[in-house]
Nanobody, 124 residues
Framework: QVQLVESGGGLVQAGGSLRLSCAAS????????MGWFRQAPGKEREFGAS????????MYADSVKGRFTISRDNAKKMVYLQMNTLKPEDTAVYYC?????????????????WGQGTQVTVSS
């Protein structure tokens, strides 16, 4: 199995920035498409960003496009989400996930492994 652990969440004022990190262990990290999802209280989990196993392709939800950047470092078995110009509506628990699909995946059902989540709170 693959274990994923997120870190970097916290409280930030609107307009600020945070960088989330996801550390992977277990089977080969470079074999997986990686994604970031988020879930606000009372809301369903939604797609944020994904990156191919080679790192040469990315996809973003319209709600974060232009503000968030996903990246990965296969040598370090890490994936990152740089979040800039944060808005109160970005407040959620953010989850790192790994997919065995060979193409970019945007649905939570396409992901096989999940981290425990890290809380991001953006104040107005």
């Amino acid at each position: 199995q693959v274990q994923l652990v997120e870190s970097g969440g916290g409280l930030v004022q609107a307009g600020g920035s945070l960088r989330l990190s996801c550390a992977a262990s277990g089977r080969a990290f470079s074999s997986y498409t990686m994604g970031w999802f988020r879930q606000a209280p009372g809301k369903e989990r939604e797609f944020g960003a994904s990156i191919s196993w080679s790192g040469d392709s990315t996809m973003y939800a319209d709600s974060v496009k232009g503000r968030f950047t996903i990246s990965r470092d296969n040598a370090k078995k890490m994936v990152y989400l740089q979040m800039n110009t944060l808005k109160p509506e970005d407040t959620a628990v953010y989850y790192c996930a790994a997919s065995r699909k060979v193409t970019l995946a945007t649905s939570s059902s396409e992901y096989d492994y999940w981290g425990q989540g890290t809380q991001v709170t953006v104040s107005s």
